[in-house]
């Protein structure tokens, strides 16, 4: 069964780091391109950065530009979402998602983790 | 980046009715347009892929259009399970985007 599994989320306060975990089973991550998103509460979905496949290329939304990576262990088939220098704007339940099939060359996000928690408050 | 609209922000509708809602792209994004269903406390499902391609294993009642800037998600007969937000995602820039989305509410 292709499936992910989100971890890692809390409280934090701002200006500190945290990490998180996005670990797949049912297919190997690095063949495919993943994707950080979130929504803040009440809000709209916003995606936040992409791996591509074989992780030659990463892009990140302006909004977290320089403040957070996306590495990747093959080793433990995970994704991770590396935050820095939080604020209380990234507070937001994030999300880790995968172009897995017949969608995927059109940038189709078919396989989501079921989200963690993020709060920035001191 | 590439502003995604939709309209209406959220709609009020009937068992059985027709709804479409719109996207509209603030530049031209060819076919790379995707629509997403989300009901309270869930992740996101992908319905519509490519404008108009219907992913595996969503009900036909759902259809989508358009090119360009100018796109729509028709849902042809409203069933209860589909009160939920839709959202579009535009992935024709290395920097993707979403729509606000629409939440289709009971009347």
């Known amino acids: 069964q292709v499936q992910l599994v989100v971890s890692g989320g809390g409280v934090v306060q701002p200006g500190r780091s945290l990490r998180l975990s996005c670990a797949a089973s049912?297919?190997?991550?690095?063949?495919?391109?993943l994707h950080w998103v979130r929504q803040a509460p009440g809000k709209g979905l916003e995606w936040v950065a992409v791996?591509?496949?074989?992780?030659?290329?990463?892009y990140f939304a302006d909004s977290v530009k320089g403040r957070f990576t996306i590495p990747r262990d093959n080793s433990k088939n995970t994704l991770y979402l590396q935050m820095n220098s939080l604020r209380a704007e990234d507070t937001a339940v994030y999300y880790c998602?995968?172009?897995?099939?017949?969608?995927?060359?059109?940038?189709?996000?078919?396989?989501w983790g079921q989200g963690t928690t993020v709060t920035v408050s001191s | 980046d590439i502003q995604m609209t939709q309209s209406p922000s959220s709609l009020s509708a009937s068992v059985g009715d027709r709804v479409t809602i719109t996207c509209r792209a603030s530049?031209?994004?060819?076919?790379?347009l995707n629509w997403y269903q989300q009901k309270p406390g869930r992740a996101p499902k992908l319905l519509i892929y490519?404008?108009?391609s219907l992913q595996s294993g969503v009900p036909s009642r759902f259809s989508g259009s358009g090119s360009g800037t100018d796109f729509a998600l028709t849902i042809s007969s409203l069933q209860p399970e589909d009160f939920a937000t839709y959202f579009c995602?535009?992935?024709?820039?290395?920097?993707?985007?979403f729509g606000q989305g629409t939440k289709v509410e009971i009347k």
């Open positions: 998602a995968s172009q897995y099939s017949s969608g995927a060359s059109w940038g189709a996000l078919d396989v």
């Open positions: 049912g297919f190997t991550l690095s063949t495919y391109g």
């Open positions: 791996i591509s496949s074989g992780g030659s290329n990463e």
């Open positions: 530049q031209r994004i060819s076919i790379y």
């Open positions: 490519a404008a108009s």
């Open positions: 995602q535009q992935s024709y820039s290395t920097v993707w985007t």
